[in-house]
């Protein structure tokens, strides 16, 4: 079983974020994988509000990501969270989709 990332918006709706996040993670997981999202875990014990948790967060995300096969990348949206996902998951394949679950080829 291959090992997704999931890269979602966090900031701003964080209740909304955390559901979407949600639906990107069983997205996954009916595909056949493990879907990592730590967005939705990490911010049941961790406040993304204050800087000294959130940089903690971003270190476990970091220490997960390079444990994943692959990073898919979900919302119109990169914020600059997913963007620093984004760059450390260079040597990976990246697939990026929309809110809607459609695969974006374009990127």
């Given at each position: ?24 993670a069983r ?56 963007k620093q ?23």
């Amino acid at each position: 079983m291959r090992k997704v990332y999931v890269s979602s918006q966090l900031r701003g709706n964080v209740k909304s974020n955390i559901s979407k996040a949600q639906w990107y993670a069983r997205f996954v997981a009916e595909r056949g994988h493990l879907p990592i999202t730590p967005h939705i875990y990490f911010t049941q014990f961790l406040r993304d509000h204050v800087p000294e948790e959130r940089e903690m967060a971003m270190e476990m995300n970091r220490e997960l990501l390079e444990w994943c096969d692959e990073l898919w990348v979900f919302g119109e949206v990169i914020s600059e969270g997913m963007k620093q996902e984004i760059e450390w998951a260079k040597d990976k394949p990246i697939r990026y989709f929309t809110e809607e679950l459609k695969e974006k080829h374009d990127i």
